[in-house]
């Protein structure tokens, strides 16, 4: 089953916009992670979030979580051509030998 | 090292065969996960090991579906008379501690084709 919903299923861009990706879930969580996927490829690990913390930045991303809404988003600044990719959230649950549960992703296309 | 390394690449078996997939992690990682995913589709969880101990095997997984983690390093998942509904991309990962605490490290995937 899949925890994370993310919205919009796609979105395309500018190069040079600003893109934000938003992700939500059902049960409680010990963090959230956010993935990036080329095409025909494995997933990238771009960022983890835990419960207790709001924001977090990394590079061009910002990652922000709402544990309240139950709902997290990423912000991608100065998108490049090079992120075109689809993004996944995913969920760590908060069990001692919790996996990751993924959503179904978002397209994203930056057009140069 | 290099990260996780997948084997195949691809696979093009007939609807009955058996196939099996090999999946390299990196080498401090305990952990190792195996997911698959469809067009269109975020990974699904297939079952996980910590060192050789499988822990958590997928509900939806059915019997045909067996995987090993000899020694804990590498492991395999192998898939009996298969059919085209196991047509998909198999994905493995690893991470040195669970979810709870860290991100993990994808393979490329194996992607099988059941004709």
């Known amino acids: 089953s899949q925890q994370g919903e993310e919205d919009p299923q796609a979105l395309s861009i500018q190069e040079g916009e600003n893109a934000t990706m938003n992700c939500s879930y059902k049960t409680s969580i010990n963090n959230l992670q956010w993935y990036r996927q080329n095409s025909g490829r494995g997933l990238v690990h771009l960022i983890l979030?835990?419960?207790?913390?709001r924001e977090k930045h990394s590079g061009r991303l910002r990652v922000t979580l709402d544990t309240s809404k139950k709902s997290s988003s990423l912000l991608i600044t100065a998108s490049r051509a090079a992120d075109t990719a689809s993004y996944f959230c995913?969920?760590?649950?908060?069990?001692?030998?919790?996996?990751?549960?993924f959503g179904k992703g978002i397209t994203l296309s930056v057009r140069p | 090292d290099t990260g996780v390394s997948q084997d195949p690449r691809h696979k093009i078996t007939k609807r009955g065969q058996n196939v099996t997939f090999r999946c390299d992690p990196i080498s401090e990682h305990n952990r190792l996960y195996w997911y698959r995913q469809t067009l269109g589709q975020g990974p699904e969880f297939l079952t996980y090991f910590q060192n050789e101990a499988q822990l958590e095997k997928s509900r939806l997984l059915s019997d045909r579906f067996s995987a090993e983690r000899p020694k804990g390093s590498f492991s395999t998942l192998e898939i009996q008379r298969t059919e085209q509904g196991d047509s998909a991309m198999y994905l493995c990962?690893?991470?040195?501690?669970?979810?709870?605490?860290?991100?993990?490290?994808f393979g490329s995937g194996t992607r099988l084709t059941v004709v």
């Open positions: 979030i835990r419960s207790n913390e």
């Open positions: 995913a969920t760590g649950d908060t069990g001692a030998n919790s996996k990751l549960t």
């Open positions: 990962a690893s991470s040195l501690f669970g979810a709870s605490r860290s991100g993990y490290t």
